[in-house]
């Protein structure tokens, strides 16, 4: 709901916000440049000396102000000669026309109304509305994302749009917020839905007596200039009139003739606001506030350009469902949960599928429950499973509103997951589990499909069918990923002697055919992952990557498991051989910006993201590597790589375990628990932790992890949720 | 724009609402380019004392700005029923204001004046940059102002 609120809204107005916000950060600048280039209001100067001053040059002065913008000003009237001058403060002499430039006044239009007088100023007003719902909105949602409001200030990580939307957005909430209510203080003022202060001055009488010169009138003389806001004279054919002395504490009227304060009308409460808001909002007399808001608001386009490609990509990611009917007409409801989008792919599939069959069909994210789709006479769930065992991205809500509505439609989950998990479709089957309490009957019992399997999903198919009383055809077809071709450059091949064959295969983009250019790697960075499709098969394997694209080679090592289709064929390949690859991003595991050690922890082939990350250590951050391995004389994967980088000082330490030696055999975590004083001090200085392996390694790594950094008062889970303690696991 | 405003009539008996003893006016301002934002431009009649008798029209709809129409604000005191129903935009740089109203035959030759306060946004205050009486002489002779007005013109 919050997204939604956020999201779209946010893609609509972000055009007219970016010039809102752009001439707001143009005209930021304006008030250091003022400051920059108005000479200085001496301290001891009082409004009676200047006004003197400025008479003797021009006895037709009418007003003088000192201006927001900081510049002092007449306006006289004279034989001849009108106009208004800027004053220099010091000298009370003239310096030329005041103006304001034509430049600053188109800006300061287009920022107030679009050019588009009262109709505009209400458009930008509820521009500032919009920013203020934006920035509050995008608050709460980065808080959520990173944990709650207390993990506000941890760092962002997900992919570069993320990140620059997220850490932009968060540095420029504030000034956001401020301009926005603000301008919306003053657009109220605007249109009168503020109270209006009345202009009505309180009634005196003037002495009447002859004029004295202003430089001696007291109530004059007692006010420093520079607490002047303006000085209207009095009219010289009219006897009874008066001088009128405004500051930030009021108005005073002040008889000509005795310098006497004849009246006092102190600013009111709403003034002071006025002002301050005014202040707050311009950064006029505020000027390092002005360039805060300035930056703020220049943050406005790229948070716009940002927040499009996030919507556009999640919008990408959710199919279309073609025919869904309203839920309230719908005999048939599907409810989706899923985490990666994959699963919408099967409820469309499935969704096509009874729409054929005669069915009305409404399909919404499980989130979304509602009675309405409780009151469906069938309801089918296909849920995923994200992490442990939690509710997917799209399901999280799902439990608890399901437990506050009514309804008890006939039911049948799907859960979707990978068996090599520990926790294989926990969440289906806590939503089979809740459905089944409450009294639904069962269409078919519960099922799992391992890793996406089409099969598995068209027998569920068969079965639903069988059910339902029709043949039900579940033809799923994952959406092919958009591969492109790759060379095998280079293979080396280790831990045949010890019966686990690794290989470290790097490849090339081909060629142009015609040219003979080398050709171009997409873009990744180490611990991302690619994808591979073995041939005739639909299923791609994923493998972390070891280099970035910058290295020029795309090298990722493969452990040959018995039977795998993908791993076998991948050893078999032979250099010049091409496969069919494609890059996904892999942003949660990659280290953390800064200076902060790095522990990387690994074992057989997972060290290739973590040789990568080493690789691009250029900087020379401390980086402390643990790996462990079968026999040092035949799988020490990257063996003199690795010398080199502690040479060249891109590795700190390396320690390595290898099970199989007959002198001292260990495994990764025996190193870590004899390390454990070591390791302690490196995450009390704040070291982010980084695991990549299989799953018993990590589970390891993880028993011997908790005594060493729960003396510091902290857990694996705590490191876990800011992002210091990251797994890349298979 | 053709005016017959009863409120102001009854409070200032400016205006006829009965057109047989009323003359129709027709007082257009025209501003010179000074090249700004638009102006704030009031028109309001004093009688032969020079005492305010009301305000025929007020370009320039936000009451916080009024104040910078200093004679105008002195005379009427500012109040918001004095403008109540005869208010505009604002006047651009170069443009022109045009009203006609229906005069009570009365305020004509009788020493009364109309009067035109201007100001703009980083500009100029110009209390009654023009001053011009309400006399059938007078009708369809431009006069300048000190300030922002290039020509003023009545006309019955």
């Known amino acids: 709901m919050l997204r939604r609120l956020h999201g779209l809204p946010g893609i609509v107005l972000a055009l007219a916000l970016t010039v809102t916000a752009v001439t707001g950060a143009v005209l930021s600048v304006q008030p250091a440049l003022d400051r920059a280039a108005a000479p200085a209001i001496p301290a001891a100067t009082s409004v009676a000396d200047l006004a003197a001053q400025v008479a003797a040059r021009h006895p037709g002065v009418s007003v003088i102000r000192l201006r927001a913008d900081g510049s002092l000003t007449a306006a006289f009237d004279e034989d001849g000669a009108r106009g208004v001058e800027q004053i220099d403060p010091a000298t009370g002499a003239g310096l030329g026309p005041y103006a304001v430039s034509e430049t600053t006044r188109f800006i300061t239009n287009l920022h107030r109304s679009f050019l588009s007088g009262d109709a505009g100023r209400a458009a930008a007003a509820i521009g500032a509305l919009a920013m203020l719902g934006l920035s509050v909105s995008g608050v709460a949602l980065l808080a959520r994302r990173l944990g709650g409001a207390g993990a506000l200030l941890r760092p962002v990580r997900g992919t570069p749009a993320q990140r620059w939307h997220g850490e932009l957005g968060r540095l420029a909430a504030l000034g956001l917020l401020l301009s926005s209510l603000t301008g919306l203080w003053m657009s109220a003022g605007t249109f009168g839905l503020l109270p209006e202060a009345q202009g009505t001055s309180p009634a005196v009488t003037a002495s009447g007596g002859a004029p004295a010169p202003v430089g001696t009138l007291a109530t004059l003389k007692a006010v420093k200039l520079q607490d002047l806001r303006e000085l209207s004279f009095p009219d010289p054919a009219d006897p009874a009139d008066v001088f009128t002395l405004a500051t930030a504490e009021g108005e005073r009227v002040v008889d000509a003739a005795t310098g006497a304060t004849l009246a006092l009308k102190p600013a009111t409460a709403l003034e002071r606001v006025n002002d301050l808001v005014r202040m707050l909002h311009t950064g006029r007399r505020a000027w390092v506030l002005g360039l805060f808001l300035g930056l703020a608001s220049a943050a406005v386009p790229v948070l716009g350009g940002t927040g499009l490609v996030l919507w556009l990509r999640r919008r990408a990611a959710r199919p279309r469902i073609a025919a869904n009917v309203p839920a309230r007409s719908a005999d048939t409801v599907i409810l989706v949960g899923s985490e990666g989008n994959s699963t919408w792919g099967f409820a469309g599939t499935l969704h096509a599928a009874l729409t054929a069959a005669g069915h009305k069909v409404h399909t919404a994210a499980m989130n979304d429950v509602s009675s309405a789709h409780l009151a469906a006479p069938r309801l089918l769930v296909l849920a995923a499973t994200y992490g442990e065992g939690a509710a997917p991205q799209s399901a999280r809500h799902f439990l608890a509103r399901l437990a506050r509505l009514p309804g008890r439609p006939a039911v049948a989950v799907l859960g979707f997951g990978d068996r090599s998990f520990p926790h294989f479709c926990r969440f289906a089957r806590a939503v089979a589990d809740a459905l089944d309490a409450r009294g639904c009957p069962q269409i078919v019992p519960m099922k799992r499909v391992d890793r996406r399997s089409a099969q598995e999903f068209a027998q569920w198919g068969r079965d639903l069918g069988a059910a339902l009383g029709h043949d039900l055809v579940l033809a799923y077809m994952a959406e092919p990923p958009k591969t492109m071709p790759l060379v095998l450059a280079g293979r080396e091949l280790y831990g045949e002697a010890v019966g686990a064959p690794v290989a470290i295969l790097r490849f090339q983009a081909p060629s142009d055919p015609r040219t003979g250019a080398p050709g171009r790697l997409p873009a990744f960075e180490a611990g991302d992952l690619v994808g591979i499709l073995p041939p005739g098969d639909v299923m791609p394997r994923f493998y972390s990557l070891g280099s970035s694209a910058r290295d020029g080679i795309l090298e990722i090592c493969v452990r040959l498991r018995e039977g795998g289709l993908c791993s076998s064929f991948l050893h078999a390949l032979q250099p010049g051989a091409t496969i069919d690859a494609f890059i996904r991003e892999n942003p949660a595991f990659r280290p953390a910006k800064g200076r902060a050690p790095l522990i990387l922890i690994g074992a057989g082939a997972g060290i290739g993201p973590l040789a990568g990350f080493v690789r691009a250590n250029a900087a020379g951050r401390p980086v402390h590597l643990y790996w462990g391995g079968r026999s040092a004389a035949s799988d020490f994967l990257y063996e003199h790589e690795l010398a080199q980088h502690l040479a060249e000082r891109r590795l700190t330490t390396l320690r390595t375990a290898f099970s199989r030696d007959p002198d001292g055999s260990a495994y990764v975590q025996d190193r870590i628990a004899a390390d454990a004083p070591r390791l302690r001090e490196l995450v009390r200085q704040g070291a982010q932790i980084l695991v990549c392996g299989g799953r018993d390694m990590a589970e390891a790594v993880t028993r011997a992890l908790e005594p060493v950094v729960r003396p510091l008062g902290l857990d694996l889970p705590t490191l876990k949720s800011s992002g210091r303690y990251v797994e890349d696991v298979y | ?156």
Do not use: C
Not at chain 2, 98 to 111: E, F, P, Q, S, Y
């Open chain 2, 1 to 156: 724009m053709k005016l017959v405003l009863p409120a102001v009539a009854a409070t200032a008996t400016l205006l006829s609402p009965v057109l047989a003893e009323a003359r129709q006016v027709t007082f257009e301002t025209t501003l010179k380019n000074y090249g700004g934002n638009g102006a704030y431009v009031v028109l309001y009649v004093t009688d032969a004392s020079g005492a305010y008798k009301g305000t025929l029209w007020m370009a320039g709809g936000k009451a916080k700005y009024h104040r910078h129409l200093s004679d105008w604000q002195r005379a009427s005191g500012g109040r918001a029923t004095e403008i109540d129903g005869i208010t505009g935009a604002s006047v651009g740089s170069g443009k022109t204001l045009k009203i006609t109203l229906d005069l009570a035959d009365a305020m004509i030759d009788a020493g009364y004046k109309v009067h035109v306060d201007t100001a703009v946004e980083d500009g100029m205050d110009n209390p009654s940059e023009v001053v011009a009486p309400l006399a059938a002489s007078a009708s369809g002779k431009p006069v300048a102002g000190r300030g922002y007005v290039k020509s003023f013109t009545v006309t019955f």
